[in-house]
């Protein structure tokens, strides 16, 4: 009874997110941004530890509690609420590579922690649309400050249970203001997924390529960002699949 009060109520929490603040700009804001900047708040990268894919976390994924650590539920981890692990099964078998594997997760932190921070925020200024015909343009010598500032608060990155294919999770928080009077605009949480396609072994043992995919995959998720705040579905699947074409990182 206790646990079904404890998902409910973040469910309704979830639900609840941005329930003020819009999560994307309407026509008339849109309408008003000739010259956007991208800033960075947060001080690095962030990688949350993944309760099933830890050795240490195994005697959590019993027949009885599996699910709700799958959800993320008893880690109280957004993250795994939205993308974690589903079901029981999934639960047990996460736990049964990760013993297999138990340098996995801090390889994936290692890795992550030098990843290039700033491909996200280039991808998503590369992404704004350029300015109307509408927006003045001033003088070579001189151009005019931006007039919207989004500002990245926070990124974090979970590996996914290292079974089969190296998979991992990405959450950013953002919000758009004005740049002068820094009116939110805009604000909301951006989750992705990626999914390699390399085993999570053989993507470990290359630090280089596994660094080189990081980095595209936080280059589509600015240009995720990007989409989401113009009006796309944000509820819309965000994962990056092996077929599809890595987004270029910068020049």
């Given at each position: 009874?206790?646990?079904?009060?404890?998902?409910?109520?973040?469910?309704?929490?979830?639900?609840?997110?941005?329930?003020?603040?819009?999560?994307?700009?309407?026509?008339?804001?849109?309408?008003?941004?000739?010259?956007?900047?991208?800033?960075?708040?947060?001080?690095?990268?962030?990688?949350?530890?993944?309760?099933?894919?830890?050795?240490?976390?195994?005697?959590?994924?019993?027949?009885?509690?599996?699910?709700?650590?799958?959800?993320?539920?008893?880690?109280?981890?957004?993250?795994?609420?939205?993308?974690?692990?589903?079901?029981?099964?999934?639960?047990?078998?996460?736990?049964?590579?990760?013993?297999?594997?138990?340098?996995?997760?801090?390889?994936?932190?290692?890795?992550?922690?030098?990843?290039?921070?700033?491909?996200?925020?280039?991808?998503?200024?590369?992404?704004?649309?350029?300015?109307?015909?509408?927006?003045?343009?001033?003088?070579?010598?001189?151009?005019?400050?931006?007039?919207?500032?989004?500002?990245?608060?926070?990124?974090?990155?979970?590996?996914?249970?290292?079974?089969?294919?190296?998979?991992?999770?990405?959450?950013?928080?953002?919000?758009?203001?004005?740049?002068?009077?820094?009116?939110?605009?805009?604000?909301?949480?951006?989750?992705?997924?990626?999914?390699?396609?390399?085993?999570?072994?053989v993507w470990s043992a290359d630090p280089e390529?596994?660094?080189?995919?990081?980095?595209?995959?936080?280059?589509?998720?600015?240009?995720?960002?990007?989409?989401?705040?113009?009006?796309?579905?944000?509820?819309?699947?965000?994962?990056?699949?092996?077929?599809?074409?890595?987004?270029?990182?910068?020049?």
């Open positions: 009874m206790r646990r079904s009060a404890v998902v409910s109520g973040m469910l309704l929490a979830l639900a609840g997110i941005n329930g003020c603040t819009p999560a994307f700009l309407g026509p008339a804001e849109r309408g008003k941004i000739c010259r956007v900047a991208v800033e960075e708040q947060f001080e690095a990268i962030e990688v949350q530890a993944n309760p099933v894919a830890n050795p240490a976390g195994g005697a959590l994924a019993g027949a009885g509690s599996a699910a709700l650590v799958a959800l993320g539920v008893l880690a109280l981890n957004p993250l795994g609420v939205l993308q974690g692990v589903v079901g029981a099964a999934g639960s047990v078998a996460c736990a049964a590579a990760a013993a297999a594997h138990p340098n996995a997760e801090a390889e994936f932190r290692e890795i992550v922690m030098t990843a290039d921070r700033g491909a996200l925020t280039r991808a998503l200024e590369a992404a704004m649309p350029s300015p109307g015909a509408g927006c003045r343009n001033g003088p070579e010598r001189a151009p005019e400050p931006p007039d919207t500032v989004i500002r990245i608060d926070r990124v974090q990155l979970m590996m996914g249970c290292p079974t089969g294919r190296q998979a991992y999770f990405m959450t950013v928080e953002w919000r758009a203001m004005s740049a002068s009077g820094r009116k939110v605009l805009a604000e909301s949480k951006t989750r992705c997924t990626q999914i390699s396609p390399l085993d999570a072994d390529r596994a660094r080189a995919e990081v980095n595209g995959a936080l280059a589509r998720t600015g240009q995720r960002i990007a989409a989401e705040l113009l009006g796309a579905d944000k509820w819309s699947s965000c994962t990056f699949r092996p077929e599809e074409p890595r987004a270029a990182g910068p020049p």
